[in-house]
């Protein structure tokens, strides 16, 4: 392609060229301010064509040249409420932005606490862990344990938008508020009715929000072309059944892998090998990794019950076996908090579905790349 283009601007010069030379020989009086003019346009035509290719090819991924398959797609989550329960799928859509399948994407819609402006998730309100939200034909759906099934037309919000300006840890986001009734069901769900909250919708205003960039660590692998909507940290998290499984014999109660929140699932690969994961490739797209999931609380808590673990399982055994070693000054920050699954940015979009076979590129097999500085 940088080649094509070289060759189409020398040979758009040098036509340019001959043509004012010709200009000049059949009318001599053939000024020469014209023939300047024409030079410099020609000049910064070929610049600009240049500069295109250039641009285009800092925008196209730099992929490894070694893939291996590891397994398959054994389980699909979209969150669309974030920190509610995760609605499963069989397939979807690899977007930028996240898991999406039909108007169901990733984390587009989030609670917010008046008081404070800043956003509500199930650290703070574990109730929230249990609401379910879905979206079909402009219709959002709640349900929850505690109360009754909600539905809402989000039509008229949309049409006289309200936006609302919020916080995720510290970075400003904003979205379309959806109404005084969700509100109200929210705060009885959430707070007995005790603190006021707003949901928003992603809507048309957060389409590019920059990733989030950790203040005592910066990993290389994070680009500021990527993007999400109210996920904390990248548009994907990905994990292995297998690990999963290594855990739960550890364990005197088996979890299930609701309680890490993935979008994607692999089975097939040996517990843990996704450490060693730079980039998956399922189908057309393609997954960059950005850094591992250092894992918080929200982990203890039961997903059938809303209860957190009474010893902090199964943060406690992770800590055991999990915790990360190198870079050293990284290890210190996560000390006590060990690492399960990845977060993954996308360089390619592309369909992906329950049954896909995964390939990966490993860091041992391409040494030119690396998630740690």
Not at 102 to 120: A, I, N, P
Not at 220 to 230: A, G, N, S
């Amino acid at each position: 392609m940088f080649k094509t283009a070289c060759v189409v601007a020398g040979l758009g010069t040098a036509a340019a060229v001959t043509w004012v030379t010709c200009r000049r020989e059949t009318i001599p009086a053939f000024p020469d301010g014209i023939l300047k003019i024409t030079c410099v346009g020609t000049s910064m035509g070929t610049a600009a064509v240049l500069a295109w290719v250039v641009w285009r090819r800092q925008r196209r991924p730099v992929l490894p040249d070694k893939w291996e398959e590891v397994g398959e797609v054994c389980d699909m989550t979209i969150y669309p409420l974030k920190s509610g329960r995760g609605v499963m799928v069989t397939e979807g859509e690899a977007t930028p932005w996240g898991l999406a399948s039909g108007e169901l994407q990733d984390r587009c819609f989030m609670v917010v606490l008046v008081s404070t402006g800043t956003f509500v998730t199930g650290r703070q309100a574990e109730e929230l862990l249990d609401v379910k939200l879905t979206f079909s034909s402009g219709v959002i759906t709640l349900e929850s344990k505690e109360a009754f099934t909600f539905k809402h037309n989000l039509k008229s919000n949309l049409r006289h938008p309200k936006v609302m300006d919020s916080k995720i840890w510290g970075e400003p986001v904003r979205g379309v508020d959806c109404g005084d009734e969700v509100a109200e069901w929210l705060s009885n769900v959430l707070y007995k009715g005790k603190e006021e909250v707003r949901l928003i919708y992603k809507a048309d205003v957060m389409e590019r929000r920059p990733p989030r960039r950790l203040t005592y660590y910066d990993f290389p692998q994070i680009r500021d072309t990527d993007t999400l909507y109210y996920a904390d940290t990248s548009a994907f998290l990905i994990t292995s059944q297998s690990s999963l499984e290594d855990l739960n014999h550890r364990l005197l109660h088996p979890i299930k892998m609701a309680n890490f929140r993935p979008n994607i699932v692999v089975s097939g690969a040996p517990p843990f090998q996704e450490d060693d994961w730079l980039y998956i490739r399922i189908g057309r797209a393609v997954f960059r990794k950005i850094k591992p999931c250092e894992r918080c609380l929200l982990t203890t808590v039961d997903t059938d019950s809303g209860k957190r673990h009474p010893t902090q399982e199964p943060l406690t055994t992770l800590r055991s076996y999990r915790l990360l070693k190198e870079p050293s000054d990284l290890a210190k920050v996560w000390a006590t908090k060990p690492v399960f699954g990845c977060h993954f940015a996308i360089d390619v979009r592309g369909p992906v579905a329950v049954g896909d076979k995964v390939f990966v590129a490993t860091a041992t097999a391409n040494s030119t790349f690396s998630i740690f500085n």
